[in-house]
């Protein structure tokens, strides 16, 4: 978001900021659930940040609250498994449950992107009619970064 310079403001940081943030589980999960491998914190940072066309930074330190929280939930799993250079690392897996949570978010959030495509267009028709994979029409895309939700 920018002025009218141009120039992106701080408060238009905080709202990219915290429109990222209100993702970052339903992100975190679609990471971690497209892994064939166990993740952990570091790597994870760095799929988000090399996903992120944006500009939106996100520290590291930010994921970490809501991967416990994800875990807490019962959607992920940890394994703490020594590291060869450096300090153990937790290593983070998608549940079955977690799938399933996975499942019922892209379906919110793909609800909420045509909404908010809509508004942005100003009218309902003036979005160009998707065909989803369940065989729906969907109106509107939104991408963010290249991260794909499935």
């Known amino acids: 978001m920018k002025d009218m310079s141009g120039k992106r403001t701080a ?10 943030t209100g993702l970052i589980s339903l992100i ?14 570091y790597q994870i940072a ?10 939106v930074s996100l520290k590291q330190g930010t994921i970490y609250p809501v991967l416990r929280s994800l875990e807490r939930q019962g959607l992920l799993r940890s394994k703490i498994k ?13 549940t079955a449950a977690g799938m399933e949570k996975l499942e019922v978010w892209k ?4 609800e909420t992107e045509v909404l ?9 028709d003036a979005a160009e009619a998707k065909e989803g994979a369940d065989g729906e029409k969907k109106k509107g895309v939104v991408l963010i ?6």
């Open 28 to 41: 975190l999960l679609a990471i971690i659930g497209r892994s064939k491998e166990p993740m952990y914190g």
């Open 11 to 20: 408060r238009d940081m905080k709202f990219e900021k915290d429109l990222i």
């Open 145 to 150: 970064g290249k991260i794909h939700l499935g």
């Open 82 to 94: 020594a590291s060869e250079s450096g300090p153990a690392r937790k290593y983070y897996s998608i």
């Open 107 to 110: 379906r919110a959030y793909r």
């Open 116 to 124: 908010v495509e809509n508004a942005l267009t100003g009218s309902l």
């Open 46 to 55: 760095r799929s988000m940040e090399a996903a992120n066309l944006t500009g």
